[in-house]
């Protein structure tokens, strides 16, 4: 705990960690955007964004413009105050579980040490899953006020599906906590430094990474949003602003989920370090984005290659294929780390 | 350090207002919230003497309390979602005939 | 960390005021989950970190999903009073208060502010919780996964509308 007289500074010094942190956060949204847009696009052997600045750069500024000045439409019959709630507490709740994510080693400025990472829970995991939990109260509220027969259909599958795959979510994860003894996200990756977590775990990882995929609603598991089946699920009736801030959330969601991965299967912040001792500092916060960014790319990936299950199809995966290789993978896992403690 | 009496205190107004939300209130699904909030006051007194005990027995009943409500509130929404299909209502004042 | 508690026991109260108050079941479960997340952070407070994310992610995040999904699938309108509910409030609500009055009481003369002595901070962490859980209480917990059993099964029965 911190004495009283240096409470100011690290009060300050927080703040100003939660400034970057956001500021760097809802750029990256701007320009997973762009990027999905692109790689999609030459996916489909087209150009995608190229006019609005070189290589089409400049698009997310064109598109936050639109949306701020486009009408804001809110239908009659709507429930107004969760109507309007509903978009905020999604991009609120996906903002949150960016604290607890560490994003390199600490450095040392003056006599004052400063971790990369707004604070360290020693049950941060647990953390970014509460508030995943969480996160489908934005979905369902959404579907429900907007008293709309699509919405609402989009809505209950969209939440019903996460749901179910939170579980697996967790399990998938369950063998990274044993090997590592620890919630704490820092402490988990600090026990990677011999080897990956993906090459002891690699089942808990294909679990999380597919169960991570359907908790973004993203393609293949998008059915609940999917244009040409629910016209626009539980956002059909959002418009402007609001409508921003879900496709806000979800892309905020899919960094978490990318920054999630990297930090309990790839080795978090750690790479080769050399150099003087700022290089030393800042080059685990850029093998740490350079993950990131890797696994932002194979969302879009998928996104771009993959078509999307029937929810029925969905449900089947999440309950009947997923949960019990989980629960296998947890068996495993603790047979082989009791028989090593013998 | 924030007083026993204090913490007890807060779990006794929420169990109060669990319990005349229990008895004043027509729709089932708000008794059944009512009774959740009751579950909670206590909940929250277990931790408040495990805290004060120095004890973590405490968290462990709030720990099983937690998962025996999961259970109850499962099967509670079930029977009222099978009462809803039958008598076609919410409000307890149309429960009350013992005839089928 | 003491005011704190206390902003965080007011905003408790208040939701759970709203919760017995509101005519929309929504907006009750809505107040419900903010009665939830402010007990949590009081957990939080009282040293209980593992049991304050349990209760946000199990109670808020699972039970009350389910609340209010059952709400939405039932189509739950707003309450109306009718003369039963206003006998029980004129009758009850003076019982409850004596009631709620002497329980306060009770509280206050057997755990005095100035005696009443904490006993140093245990350890709460995952580690420790499951430590009690997997070797004090194991038989509880073995009972516990019958009765979550128990419980799907017989949810899964009384909500079908076709067995």
Not at chain 1, 39 to 49: D, E, F, L, N, Y
Not at chain 1, 97 to 104: H, K, L, N, R
Not at chain 1, 145 to 161: D, E, I, M, P, V
Not at chain 1, 168 to 196: C, D, P, T, Y
Request: with cysteine.
């Amino acid at each position: 705990m911190a004495t009283g007289s240096d409470m100011p500074l690290l009060l300050l010094a927080m703040l100003a960690k939660v400034g970057v942190v956001l500021l760097v956060l809802l750029t990256t949204i701007a320009y997973a955007v762009w990027l999905e847009r692109k790689v999609v696009a030459r996916i489909q052997s087209r150009w995608g964004p190229y006019l609005v600045g070189p290589h089409g750069l400049l698009q997310p500024v064109a598109d936050a413009l639109k949306i701020f000045f486009k009408e804001d439409i809110v239908p009659t019959e709507v429930d107004r105050v969760v109507y309007c709630l509903a978009p905020f507490l999604a991009f609120s709740l996906a903002l949150l579980s960016i604290s607890v994510i560490p994003f390199g080693e600490s450095v040392t400025i003056g006599g004052a040490t400063i971790h990369f990472q707004i604070t360290d829970l020693n049950v941060g995991l647990l953390f970014v899953f509460a508030v995943t939990s969480l996160g489908v109260y934005g979905v369902a509220l959404a579907g429900w006020s907007s008293n709309s027969k699509y919405s609402l259909l989009g809505g209950l599958r969209s939440s019903a599906q996460m749901i179910s795959y939170e579980l697996s979510l967790g399990l998938g994860v369950v063998g990274v906590v044993m090997l590592a003894g620890s919630l704490s996200l820092r402490e988990i990756v600090e026990r990677q430094s011999g080897l990956w977590n993906v090459f002891v775990q690699p089942v808990g990882f294909l679990i999380y990474f597919t169960a991570a995929v359907a908790e973004t609603n993203r393609i293949p598991f998008d059915l609940p949003e999917g244009e040409s089946e629910l016209v626009g699920g539980f956002h059909t009736e959002y418009s402007s602003f609001k409508f921003a801030m879900f496709f806000m959330a979800e892309y905020a969601n899919i960094v978490t989920v990318s920054c999630l991965a990297t930090l309990l299967f790839f080795g978090g912040w750690l790479g080769p370090v050399f150099g003087p001792s700022l290089l030393r500092a800042l080059l685990p916060v850029f093998w740490f984005s350079l993950k990131v960014f890797c696994f932002l790319f194979l969302y879009i990936w998928i996104r771009g290659t993959l078509p999307r299950f029937r929810y029925d199809q969905l449900m089947a995966c999440g309950w009947k294929f997923l949960l019990p290789l989980g629960l296998l993978n947890v068996l495993v896992t603790s047979l082989v780390l009791a028989w090593r403690s013998t | 350090m924030v007083p026993l009496a204090h913490i007890l205190a807060l779990s006794v107004i929420l169990f109060g207002l669990g319990a005349a939300g229990f008895v004043f209130r027509r729709n089932i699904l708000t008794i059944f919230m009512c009774i959740e909030l009751m579950l909670n006051a206590v909940n929250l007194a277990f931790i408040g003497f495990s805290r004060y005990l120095g004890n973590l027995d405490g968290q462990i009943v709030v720990f099983f309390v937690i998962v025996v409500a999961a259970a109850e509130a499962a099967v509670g929404l079930a029977i009222i979602i099978a009462v809803y299909r039958n008598r076609g209502s919410l409000s307890i004042d149309d429960f009350d005939s013992m005839k089928l | 960390m003491a005011p704190l508690f206390y902003i965080f026991a007011v905003l408790a109260i208040l939701a759970a005021l709203s919760v017995v108050l509101q005519r929309t079941p929504v907006y009750s479960a809505l107040s419900l989950i903010v009665v939830l997340c402010s007990l949590a952070v009081v957990y939080l407070l009282l040293g209980a970190e593992f049991l304050a994310v349990i209760q946000v992610i199990i109670y808020a995040g699972a039970i009350m999903v389910l609340f209010v999904l059952v709400i939405m699938l039932l189509n739950a309108r707003q309450e109306t009073p009718s003369d039963r509910s206003r006998l029980a409030g004129w009758l009850g609500a003076p019982l409850l208060l004596v009631f709620l009055g002497e329980l306060l009481f009770a509280v206050w003369e057997r755990f005095p502010t100035a005696t009443t002595r904490a006993a140093p901070l245990p350890d709460a962490g995952p580690r420790a919780v499951g430590a009690l859980l997997f070797r004090s209480y194991v038989l509880p917990f073995e009972v516990t996964s019958i009765l979550i059993l128990v419980a799907v099964l017989g949810a899964v029965v009384l909500a079908k509308k076709r067995l």
